[in-house]
């Protein structure tokens, strides 16, 4: 990725509905080659989707980091852990004491605590652990 792909990545990551002109002109070049790059860096899956996020509503967010069973295909419970739910934001593979880490966000405690379950209940998942987020920068 060069120097311009990156720029437009990070303008795309501060807002994913900034205009294609907009970013153009701050990068001093066409439009057309801002829509040619992004259309590129989509298909490519360099970016793979462009999303909202919220303000003004409250919601419930948290990490739930997983450990699996040793004898479980990791990349493949993550895709299980993912589909389980539109709330559950992204999920990582990672090294350390947890395998998986989820990041999710529900509408209520009711609703965060049935996605919880679901991930608990899940094949191959051994221990969850939650830390519920109080703030973000």
């Known amino acids: ?15 994913s509905r900034k205009a294609f002109l907009e970013i153009a002109k701050s990068l001093g070049v066409s439009e057309g080659t801002i829509r040619n790059r992004v259309g590129k860096l989509v ?10 996020e919220l303000g003004g509503v409250e919601r419930i967010m948290a990490i739930i980091a997983v450990r699996t069973s040793a004898n479980r295909n990791t990349p493949n419970l ?17 090294s350390g004491n ?9 509408e209520s405690i009711g609703e965060f605590n049935t ?13 969850t652990q939650t830390y519920m987020v109080l703030g973000k920068a």
């Open 115 to 127: 996605l919880l379950e679901r991930i608990r209940n899940t094949k191959g998942v051994i221990e």
């Open 98 to 106: 947890f395998d998986v880490f989820a990041i999710v966000a529900c």
């Open 43 to 52: 298909k490519h899956g360099v970016i793979k989707r462009f999303t909202v």
């Open 78 to 94: 993550s895709r299980q852990i993912k589909a389980i739910s539109p709330n559950i934001e992204s999920v990582y593979e990672t």
């Open 1 to 15: 990725m060069d120097k311009i792909n990156r720029a437009i990545v990070a303008e795309l990551q501060k807002n």
